[in-house]
């Protein structure tokens, strides 16, 4: 299943709502998830079951979507929210990540 | 909570086995199953495979037969071998798990999320 995610890069200013968008090729259902990472560090997951907060990640982040269409968002940006995010599939093998965007705060 | 720490390294030969190690701590390993995931610089992410302890495997098919995980639950480890190495496997190297559920028909391991990672370790396949 491939995972298209837009933009590839992007740039906001604090206190932006910022919109992530990862189209799947085939439909999933709800059995995506999202992650940040931040340069040289491992991937830190933001949100499962495409709408579910991890424990312990700010409630600035919300994920919406199934079947194909998904979308993060991150209302009021921090300035600690650089860095890139990734969308995975997990409703089937092999499991696939989205290409990434990249956000910049400006 | 379970910590994962990789370690392996830095340096592999064209053609010749990656082997990388990935220590648990804080967990039963019997418990979990344990996926490699990899990043070549500056690209996105690609999932290598999974492993229980008691056998079950799934892998990446794109890695055509090279890759091995194993786990060794003397050692509270989780091992990756990839044969056959190029400069395309030239990546940072993950282990990782999270909850998920086990699917009776097919046998394979569904993953709610991944939330726990290693910090990485960094292998350059070179001369």
């Known amino acids: 299943i491939q995972l298209t995610q837009s933009p590839s890069s992007l740039s906001a200013s604090v206190g932006d709502r910022v919109t992530i968008t990862c189209r799947a090729s085939?439909?999933?259902?709800?059995?995506l998830a999202w992650y940040q990472q931040k340069p040289g560090k491992a991937p830190n997951l933001l949100i499962y079951?495409?709408?579910t907060l991890q424990s312990g990640v700010p409630s600035r982040f919300s994920g919406s979507g199934s079947g194909t269409d998904f979308t993060l968002t991150i209302s009021n940006l921090q300035s600690e929210d650089f860095g890139s995010y990734y969308c995975?599939?997990?409703?089937?093998?092999?499991?696939?990540f989205g290409g990434g965007t990249k956000v910049e705060i400006k | 909570q379970v910590q994962l720490q990789e370690s392996g390294p830095g340096l592999v030969k064209p053609s010749e086995t990656l082997s990388l190690t990935c220590s648990v701590s804080?967990?039963?390993?019997?418990?979990?199953?344990w996926s490699w995931i990899r990043q070549p610089p500056g690209k996105g992410l690609e999932w290598i495979g999974y492993?229980?302890?008691?056998?079950?495997?799934n892998y990446n098919p794109s890695l055509r037969g090279r890759v091995t995980i194993s786990v060794d639950l003397s050692k509270n480890q989780v091992s990756l071998m990839l044969r056959s190495v190029t400069a395309a496997d030239t990546a940072v190297y993950y282990c990782?798990?999270?909850?998920?559920?086990?699917?009776?028909?097919?046998?394979?391991?569904?993953?709610?999320?991944?939330?726990?990672w290693g910090k990485g370790t960094t292998v350059t396949v070179s001369s």
């Open positions: 990782a798990t999270g909850s998920g559920k086990l699917e009776l028909t097919t046998g394979n391991y569904y993953y709610y999320s991944m939330d726990v």
């Open positions: 492993k229980y302890h008691s056998g079950s495997t």
């Open positions: 079951a495409a709408v």
């Open positions: 995975q599939q997990l409703k089937s093998y092999p499991l696939t």
């Open positions: 085939q439909g999933i259902s709800r059995d």
């Open positions: 804080g967990g039963s390993i019997s418990y979990y199953y």
